[in-house]
Nanobody
């Protein structure tokens, strides 16, 4: 059974940092792209970043480029999202997902985690 389990969310002041983690299990993800998405209250879910598990290529949404860093730990089957210089508009539920292609489209992702809440206070 495939599982993606996010952790690391919380409450932080504007300008602060958080590190999210996504623990993957249940299958081999070496050929997958691991993505992070977020959904703020009343808004659609939006793409944040992806990383190619094999090779480490990355891609970011313009809104988080130069502030967020996605990485993976092959030994622990875990993907991280380091978030720096956080802004109130980064407040959202953050989701980890897995897709077989490099994509920002929600519907291309086959597996999803349950999400972790990030709240940035001003």
């Amino acid at each position: 059974q495939v599982q993606l389990v996010e952790s690391g969310g919380g409450l932080v002041q504007a300008g602060g940092s958080l590190r999210l983690s996504c623990a993957a299990s249940g299958r081999t993800f070496s050929n997958y792209y691991m993505g992070w998405f977020r959904q703020a209250p009343g808004k659609e879910r939006e793409f944040v970043a992806w990383i190619k598990w094999s090779g480490g290529n990355t891609y970011y949404a313009d809104s988080v480029k130069d502030r967020f860093t996605i990485s993976r730990d092959n030994a622990k089957n875990t993907v991280h999202l380091q978030m720096n210089s956080l802004k109130p508009e980064d407040t959202a539920v953050y989701y980890c997902a897995a897709a077989f292609v490099a994509t920002m489209r929600i519907y291309d992702y086959d597996y999803w985690g349950q999400g972790t809440q990030v709240t940035v206070s001003s």
